[in-house]
């Protein structure tokens, strides 16, 4: 299972870095993905890094603003998140699936496992 952290309370056009890690197994082997889930909503997908790093957007809003990172070294992944906005207040969590797509299929958020506690952000002034 995941630990997430680095949530908190952010003014609007602010950044936070999250970071998700693990001491149950070797992140490398996987591919990391980010979600989030705002109060009365289903968790929603924002962005996977695969094992080679390479990167899926898995929604559109968050472009040009949060980006993935991984540090296999550290068995730790990164979400980097600026020019926040009220709308991105919500509980965000990491899970790790073998592959973020196949071809054209994007990984459904079923096929992820090992889910943490999530880290809350807030976005507000």
């Known amino acids: 299972q995941f630990v997430e952290s680095g949530g908190g309370l952010v003014q609007p056009g602010g950044s936070l870095r999250l970071s998700c890690t693990t001491s149950y197994f070797s992140v490398e082997r996987y591919s990391i993905g980010w979600f989030r889930q705002a109060p009365g909503e289903d968790h929603e997908g924002l962005l996977c890094?695969?094992?080679?790093?390479?990167?899926?957007y898995l929604k559109d809003s968050v472009k040009g603003r949060f980006t993935i990172s991984r540090d296999n070294a550290e068995n730790t992944a990164y979400l980097q998140m600026n020019n926040l906005e009220p709308e991105d207040t919500a509980v965000y969590y990491c899970?790790?699936?073998?592959?973020?797509?196949?071809?054209?299929?994007?990984?459904?958020?079923?096929?992820?496992?090992?889910w943490g506690q999530g880290t809350q952000v807030t976005v507000s002034s």
């Open positions: 890094i695969s094992t080679t790093s390479d990167i899926i």
């Open positions: 899970a790790k699936t073998y592959r973020c797509a196949a071809g054209t299929r994007i990984t459904p958020l079923y096929e992820y496992d090992a």
